[in-house]
């Protein structure tokens, strides 16, 4: 039943030319998103997004993590085998509910103008509106740059994890996936470990640079995914004061699986001691300029340290 008002809205829009790949930059900040979430891996985004998701005046698209700003190399409008899985995944139970975002999101052809119209309707209809993609907070200067032409105006809001709970967890699912052997020796772990491939996503001090250089403090909120673990109501209060929103309060569903994300098994020792020392110089700048959250990385590291 869901496929027929999909197809219906494929053929509206395309009959009401609303196909349009010429859009100003100038205009696109009229049609962009008002607020985007970068952050860490397993940081609580997903968590996130269903919590925002409630506030009346505020708006997520439906399928979390566009990633268009890191995966510009996808030009086609028809999604690749990823995309359509992971869009699948995140929107089926809602393509019905706004076929016509999905028409947008499925089939129009890739660029500036695809993504800014993603947010136009929402912004119609006086909606805050954002994006959650964590992975944006490894981009390179020239997509920050880039970010910063069309959307000058956008906030951007940062969420942190303990760099090492980040690296084992990014290790942990790489090795679910077959990626990494799970029976590899804490010396391996190291070495994959301080890969930039995944170390990039812990370099906390870069990022914040990216964005307030180009977009100044004021318009970036840091925090920490042990605050949302620990008080999830007062984080997401600050998130809405920052968006410029009422606190919700006891209108507030809190979802249940927050509480347990952050357990788990803990790496080696090895591999604990050798990311404490890579991270010991950020994290003493991040807990300088934070306090709290940092403070006890710090902390906790340095303890690691003396054991070796």
Not at 67 to 82: E, T
């Amino acid at each position: 039943m869901g496929q027929r008002p999909i197809r219906r809205s494929l053929v509206l829009l395309i009959e009401s030319h609303e196909i349009n790949l010429s859009i100003e930059l100038e205009s696109m900040s009229d049609i962009g998103p008002h607020f985007i979430v970068i952050g860490a891996q397993r940081a609580g985004t997903t968590w996130l997004h269903r919590v925002l998701s409630q506030h009346e005046r505020l708006w997520l698209t439906p399928v979390k993590e566009l990633h268009y700003f890191d995966k510009q190399s996808i030009k086609l409008g028809v999604l690749s085998k990823y995309e359509r899985h992971r869009a699948r995944f995140w929107s089926l139970k809602r393509a019905a509910i706004d076929p016509k975002w999905f028409c947008r999101y499925w089939f129009m052809p890739r660029g500036h103008g695809w993504y800014g119209k993603l947010f136009r309707r929402a912004r119609q209809r006086g909606k805050i509106a954002g994006e959650i993609t964590p992975a944006y907070a490894a981009l390179s200067e020239q997509k920050w740059d880039q970010i910063h032409s069309l959307f000058p105006e956008v906030r951007l809001i940062f969420v942190m994890r303990d760099p090492i709970a980040r690296t084992w967890s990014a290790l942990r699912n790489n090795m679910k996936k077959g990626r990494i052997d799970p029976s590899s020796s804490a010396e391996d772990l190291i070495e994959l470990s301080l890969k930039s491939s995944i170390s990039s996503r812990s370099d906390y001090i870069r990022a914040i640079r990216m964005v307030e250089t180009r977009f100044g403090s004021e318009q970036l909120h840091c925090c920490f995914f042990e605050e949302l673990s620990r008080q999830p109501s007062a984080f997401a209060d600050a998130i809405f004061k920052f968006l410029g929103v009422e606190p919700m309060g006891e209108g507030l569903d809190i979802p249940a699986a927050v509480n347990s994300a952050a357990g788990g098994d803990q790496p080696p020792l090895a591999l604990q001691q050798a990311l404490a020392k890579e991270y010991l110089p950020m994290v003493d700048y991040l807990a300088e300029r934070f306090g709290n959250v940092p403070h006890e990385w710090a902390t906790r590291y340095r303890k690691l340290l003396d054991l070796g």
